[in-house]
């Protein structure tokens, strides 16, 4: 070889060209690289609140102390896991032993509690003298109705005209052995609770959150003597009644769960659904957080579940009313709710009207809940056996 071309070869090494096994892993690499970051771009863009955002791991995992009748969101969980890659394990009881418990100042080990209410609890919480409650998100919304069967409907109201009875009314058919009807039971689920509330809040006629001294009246126990169904929940209550339609003329549930079963096929009468003209009490399911280390987690749920997609799904799964506004409702969700009624700022009402309820509860009243009559007052914080989510 001659001197000029070794001298060439020499100035293109000092030069920096490359071996070309290293030209060829970069002309490898860089696609490769594209490749990746646009299926990174991709995923993370699948879902409202995918699972790629800061402080939230992929397979997070919360455990979730839930209301009874939220089993029916399973589907709506389901959707929010493959969307932010969190998962609900739910474990369902009664609000209020659920109030109870966590109101008690007593460790828990849930990360969340989803509650049809947690208005009992607030009041546990205060009278406890804790630090406040925890972090609250309204996430859905069914009040509290009467579901009365046709014909009874139009032997008591009807003749009446459009306007729709009160509690008062209710509570006075009741009294008079014209009105049989199921409830759950007060100590362990909302409805039932918010039953008593109501009938009693009409009855002491004040327009204003009741007092120790407006429970021991005689319409509370008059109400109470036409209650012959008994569960530990709304869905458990329905349940009873297509087991035992001839043994109620009327069931007290949430607007949500009536709705349901007026479309379910097995009912033999009607049920027209009432809504007390003197006030409603309304469930709102607040989602609430227990354990403040999981609040970037809480964040994406809730996010997730009040985007209008989520709140759309939820009403048609659920027939809940949506929080957010925008969303178009379901025909059958358009009817106005009226006033709210108040609930009791003072811890001592609701375990006053609760003993009444221990007191005049009928012997007739049967059902899964329990056996009439016995006390329940040494058991409120105990969750009744728990089922989960898979």
Known sequence: MNRPARQR??????????PLSRRLSLALARPLARALLTLALLVCSAGPMAACGPGTPAGTTLSVLASAELTDLRPVLDELRRATGITLRLEFGGTVSASNLLGSGRADRHDLAWLSSDRWLRLNLKAAGGNGAPLSTRTMMSPLVLGVKRSTADRLWHSGGERQPSWADIAGAAERGQLRYAMTDPNVAHSGLA?????ATAGAGTGEALRPEDVAQ????????????????????VDSYLDHQDDA???IAYESDLLALGGDGRLREPLDLVYPQDGIVLSDYPLLLLDPAKRASYDRVVAWLLAPAAQEKIMRLTLRRPVDPTVARDPRLERPIGNALYFPDRPEVVQRLLAQYEA???ATATGPSRTPGTSRAADTSRIPEASRTP
């Open 195 to 199: 039953a008593l509330v109501a009938v």
């Open 218 to 237: 005689d319409r509370v126990r008059g109400f109470l003597a036409g209650r012959t169904l008994s569960a530990a929940s709304t869905h458990a209550l």
């Open 360 to 362: 005049d509860t009928p």
């Open 9 to 18: 070869r020499r100035r293109g090494r000092a030069g920096g060209a490359r």
């Open 249 to 251: 003329d009327a069931v």
